[in-house]
């Protein structure tokens, strides 16, 4: 077993791991950590540790990335929600809005109404976002 000091996104440290070293690894050092007080946390720069007073936060996104999130994540949970009727996706659903059979109408037709409305509320309330009158969080 070999002990493996692990890493965040940030490079900081966040717990402590033995493991075959023939598995993969995660991200990590062989490198102990500092002795930590309070509030500190280390990180791992430049092949040496750094002391920080505490936690840092992450960088906040900027307008555009967290849009393009919000929308991401939109058309994931459309894609999941016609997946669960058995659809490839939500595109997928909606193309049997004009089927000759009345279930799979009645389905495409509520996905196209799905799809619209929720478009609809996020181009909405992003618009909100970005003219000030709501806030992002």
Same mark, same amino acid.
Request: glycine share 4%; net charge negative; proline share 8%.
């Given at each position: 077993?070999?002990?493996?000091?692990?890493? #965040?996104?940030?490079?900081?440290?966040?717990?402590?791991?033995?493991?075959?070293?023939?598995?993969?690894?995660?991200? %990590?050092?062989? !490198?102990?950590?500092?002795?930590?007080? &309070?509030?500190?946390?280390?990180?791992? +720069?430049? &092949?040496?540790?750094?002391?920080?007073?505490?936690?840092?936060?992450?960088?906040?996104?900027?307008? /555009?990335?967290? *849009?393009?999130?919000?929308?991401?994540?939109?058309?994931? +949970?459309? #894609? #999941?929600?016609? +997946? !669960?009727?058995?659809?490839? &996706?939500?595109?997928?659903? %909606?193309?049997?809005?004009?089927?000759?059979?009345? /279930?799979?109408?009645?389905?495409?037709?509520?996905?196209? *109404?799905?799809?619209?409305?929720?478009?609809?509320?996020?181009?909405?309330?992003?618009?909100?976002?970005?003219? &000030?009158? +709501?806030?992002?969080?």
């Amino acid at each position: 077993m070999t002990t493996i000091y692990l890493l #965040d996104d940030m490079d900081i440290y966040t717990g402590v791991l033995d493991i075959d070293p023939m598995s993969a690894l995660p991200r %990590c050092t062989l !490198t102990p950590p500092p002795a930590l007080t &309070g509030t500190e946390a280390a990180q791992w +720069r430049d &092949g040496a540790w750094q002391v920080l007073p505490a936690y840092p936060q992450p960088p906040v996104p900027s307008a /555009k990335q967290l *849009q393009a999130e919000i929308v991401a994540a939109t058309q994931q +949970r459309l #894609d #999941d929600f016609a +997946r !669960t009727r058995n659809y490839d &996706g939500i595109l997928s659903a %909606c193309t049997y809005a004009t089927s000759l059979v009345p /279930k799979f109408a009645t389905e495409g037709q509520y996905a196209v *109404q799905a799809r619209d409305a929720t478009w609809a509320t996020l181009y909405a309330l992003l618009a909100e976002v970005q003219s &000030g009158t +709501r806030t992002a969080r």
